[in-house]
């Protein structure tokens, strides 16, 4: 495989982006979103892989690797940020699973992912040594690729599946993130821990970046940033968001004939590009 020197650029400017600043990432689900959230000032797009199954009629965790990574080659069509795509679990249990797609996401001119280390929705996990074996097949991937710069973002769902006891959970992570960066990883990523003094634990406990997901309710950008986290993301959150007015409108509509629900709508131009 061949990688041209846009791509590898893109995957410089990424770990740049980590390494100058906290990256904030507001998830794309496809090509539109990933536009609108550039031209609002993103630095870099990380696609959410549920939004990616809703807007295709799927259900979560129901994309195929293919599916995936043509998805991730029309959002890398739209922007001219770096790219970085949430693999799930690599669509398959094994090391070669997860090269294969590593190669298919490179092919599609992303320079990150995102890899999870749970079995199934709720668990259970891989082992330590299996997620690690995973990751290093990752690594060795990317780099048989042509893109050894490849951002690794190892998912740890300890928490968002509440694995083990709860005084244990943070212990776990902590072993897990050890593991997974001395297997190649370049981030940890602990949906749903989102305790600023266990987060500052973590972020002290390790050289890889952390990356904390956002929501409503929780701590905000600057909070995070104090624990020490780097990387912030919304996962589903503007999805939602998205499909929430679409329902609100359809409703508002269909029920009083009105349309105030598209008041705030995006700007539209003929050319068929989003305004500013």
């Not at 998912?155 to 993130?177: K, N, Y």
Request: hydrophobic content about 45%.
């Amino acid at each position: 495989m061949s990688v041209d020197a846009r791509t590898q650029d893109k995957a410089l400017r990424l770990r740049a982006l980590l390494d100058e600043s906290v990256l904030v990432l507001p998830n794309a689900w496809d090509a539109g979103s990933a536009a609108v959230i550039a031209a609002a000032g993103a630095r870099a797009i990380a696609t959410t892989s549920a939004g990616v199954s809703w807007a295709l009629g799927l259900a979560n965790g129901r994309l195929s690797r293919a599916e995936m990574a043509e998805a991730a080659r029309r959002v890398t069509a739209a922007v001219d940020v770096p790219v970085t795509v949430d693999v799930e679990a690599g669509y398959g249990p094994t090391p070669q699973d997860v090269a294969a797609t590593v190669h298919a996401v490179i092919e599609a001119g992303a320079v990150g992912i995102n890899l999870e280390d749970s079995t199934a929705a709720g668990g259970p996990l891989f082992t330590v040594q299996e997620q690690a074996a995973r990751i290093r097949a990752a690594r060795h991937a990317a780099t048989e690729a042509g893109l050894p710069e490849l951002l690794i973002n190892a998912r740890t769902d300890v928490f968002i599946f509440q694995i083990g006891e709860p005084e244990t959970r943070l212990d776990e992570v902590l072993t897990r993130t050890a593991a997974y960066a001395e297997a190649g990883a370049d981030g940890i990523f602990v949906p749903k821990l989102l305790d600023l003094a266990a987060l500052h634990r973590l972020a002290e406990s390790t050289s890889l970046p952390v990356n904390a997901l956002a929501g409503p309710g929780g701590p905000s950008v600057a909070q995070l940033t104090e624990a020490g986290v780097r990387r912030i993301s919304l996962g589903t959150g503007v999805a939602q968001a998205a499909y929430a007015a679409a329902r609100q409108a359809a409703l508002e509509v269909l029920s009083t004939g009105t349309y105030t629900t598209l008041d705030s709508s995006h700007g539209f131009n003929p050319d068929g590009l989003f305004s500013h």
